[in-house]
Antibody, heavy 123, light 106 residues
Framework: QVQLVQSGAEVKKPGSSLKVSCKAS????????FAWVRQSPGQGLEWVGGINPLLGSTTYNHRFQDRVSISVDEPTRTVFLELTSLRSDDTATYYC????????????????WGRGTRVIVSA | EIVLTQSPGTLSLSPGERATLSCRAS???????LAWYQQKPAQAPRLLIY???TRATGIPDRFSGSGSGTDFTLTISRLEPEDFAVYYC????????FGPGTKVDV
């Protein structure tokens, strides 16, 4: 069974950078795109971006275009999300998610989800 | 980017009742690209339905999806206690989007 284990909660200062990890176990790693989806407290879901590990190609939500980077380390089956120039409205739970089917882009639907990494941005 | 709106915002029902949730897209979408998720407090979303009407593995058949064009519906035929949650529709376009959610509560 596929499992996604995310790194622990983070508290960051405004203007700093964040790096969150998601380690996948079970199933194929490189042939399924992964996405990051975030949820601000009490709010809905927002796609941050995604990566195709096989191709190394990434797509990002234009809202984060200049601040976000998603990468993978195939030997450790880990997906990373980096977000720079953090602001208070980046406070959210960040979820890693794996596509239901193999494909080119991590645009959904997502079958497997991590438990989320809570990030607080505060001075 | 497709904007999804969901109605109602909150649906107050009792166990055993039928729930009908609506998702409307800002423009016509490919029905293969419309999915529904369930989310309970402090949990990750759970994929229920994809391609408008296909249940994900392990999802009970009381959940069904339908629709086309701009209007899509998630129906829960008989609510079980574990079905009280928030439901999101999602479009898998080049820039994926989610609806704001419908909360089904008692």
């Amino acid at each position: 069974q596929v499992q996604l284990v995310q790194s622990g909660a983070e508290v960051k200062k405004p203007g700093s950078s964040l790096k969150v990890s998601c380690k996948a176990s079970g199933g194929s790693f490189s042939t399924y795109p992964f996405a990051w989806v975030r949820q601000s407290p009490g709010q809905g879901l927002e796609w941050v971006g995604g990566i195709n590990p096989l191709l190394g190609s990434t797509t990002y939500n234009h809202r984060f275009q200049d601040r976000v980077s998603i990468s993978v380390d195939e030997p450790t089956r880990t997906v990373f999300l980096e977000l720079t120039s953090l602001r208070s409205d980046d406070t959210a739970t960040y979820y890693c998610a794996r596509m239901l089917v193999q494909g080119m882009a991590a645009t959904g639907p997502w079958k497997f989800w991590g438990r989320g990494t809570r990030v607080i941005v505060s001075a | 980017e497709i904007v999804l709106t969901q109605s109602p915002g909150t649906l107050s029902l009792s166990p055993g009742e039928r729930a009908t949730l609506s998702c409307r897209a800002s423009q016509s979408v490919d029905s293969l690209l419309l999915a529904w998720y369930q989310q309970k407090p402090a949990q990750a979303p759970r994929l229920l339905i994809y391609s408008t009407s296909t249940r994900a593995t392990g999802i009970p058949d009381r959940f069904s999806g339908s629709g086309s064009g701009t209007d899509f519906t998630l129906t829960i035929s008989r609510l079980e206690p574990e079905d009280f949650a928030v439901y999101y529709c999602q479009h898998s376009g080049n820039s994926p989007t989610f609806g704001p959610g419908t909360k089904v509560d008692v």
